[in-house]
């Protein structure tokens, strides 16, 4: 089966996008994904407050 890719209730805090989606078992889970260029850094988390103190908290380490 292929992964789909819909992303709703996104948001940006600084250079990261926030965004609410399922996985592969039906679970809600937020993705924080930092948008700056080399960057690389992206986690889950199953619930929106932990994705929003993550992306407050990210700090980039490519300068």
């Known amino acids: ?3 789909r890719d819909n992303f709703h209730s996104v948001m940006r805090i600084g250079p ?3 965004g609410t ?3 592969r078992n039906g679970q809600t ?3 924080a994904v930092c948008t ?3 960057c690389g850094w ?3 988390y199953s619930s929106g407050t932990a994705a929003q103190l993550a ?3 990210h700090r980039c380490r490519v300068r």
């Open 1 to 3: 089966m292929p992964a």
């Open 16 to 18: 990261v996008q926030i």
């Open 21 to 23: 989606h399922r996985d």
């Open 29 to 31: 889970k937020h993705a």
């Open 36 to 38: 700056a260029d080399r």
């Open 42 to 44: 992206s986690a889950d």
């Open 55 to 57: 992306a407050r908290t």
